[in-house]
């Protein structure tokens, strides 16, 4: 059984980073397009990124200029970093993958449980 | 605002068949790339439904299908029950800027 298991700081202050870490039991991370979505209070899925082991990532456009996606292969897992975060970050948090290794485009089969994250002072 | 269109909410009786509409344009789902569906009960984890516009992962039930033509696609969901209420979502990629998309969602009311 494959295992998505998030983790990080469920409070964030305003301005300050979101960081945020999934880590896959189960399988090989490598292959896959890793994915963060969130959706937050009352609206719909938002898609943040996905970041390719061994090179390869594409974020969002409205929050390209915030977003840092990374992986590390030794420890199976990717991270999640949203730099000066505001009240409108407030959401919860998904890693996901995609049904087949070498998709890019969606799909997604595989959750994370999600973590909710506020941000506040 | 979404780059794909849904109804913000649907209803049916159970066992009666429903369908949600996804509409996008030609720089998604008109320029071939695949829709995808979810299910999002409250408090759990999307579910994906349907995949490559028509295919089902294992462990979905046949009640629900999947269709795609020109710049829309649906979900169908037959014999509805209880259990499937909750909010839909469709999805797709955007050629312009390069990105996943997803509609703004439909709720989905068993009446």
């Known amino acids: 059984q494959v295992l998505l298991q998030g983790s990080g700081p469920r409070l964030v202050k305003p301005s300050e980073t979101l960081s945020l870490t999934c880590t896959v039991s189960?399988?090989?991370?490598?292959?896959?397009?890793w994915n963060w979505i969130r959706q937050p209070p009352g609206k719909g899925l938002e898609w943040i990124g996905y970041i390719y082991p061994g090179g390869g990532s594409n974020y969002n456009p409205s929050l390209k200029s915030r977003v840092i996606m990374s992986v590390d292969s030794s420890k199976n897992e990717m991270s999640l970093s949203l730099t000066f975060v505001t009240a409108a970050d407030t959401a919860v948090y998904y890693c996901?993958?995609?049904?087949?290794?070498?998709?890019?485009?969606?799909?997604?089969?595989?959750w994370g449980q999600g973590a909710i994250v506020t941000v506040s002072s | 605002q979404s780059v794909l269109t849904q109804p913000p909410s649907v209803s049916g009786a159970p066992g009666q068949r429903v369908t949600i509409s996804c509409t996008g344009s030609s720089s998604n789902i008109g320029a071939r790339y695949d829709v995808h569906w979810y299910q999002h009960l409250p408090g759990t984890a999307p579910r994906l439904l349907i995949y490559s516009n028509t295919d089902r992962p294992s462990g979905v039930p046949d009640r629900f299908s999947g269709s795609k033509s020109g710049t829309s696609a649906s979900l169908a969901i037959s014999g509805l029950q209880a259990e499937d209420e909750g909010d839909y979502y469709c999805q797709s990629h955007d050629t312009s800027p390069s990105a996943v998309i997803f509609g703004g969602g439909t709720k989905l009311t068993v009446l």
């Open positions: 996901a993958r995609p049904y087949k290794r070498g998709w890019y485009g969606g799909a997604f089969h595989l």
């Open positions: 189960g399988d090989s991370i490598s292959g896959y397009y």
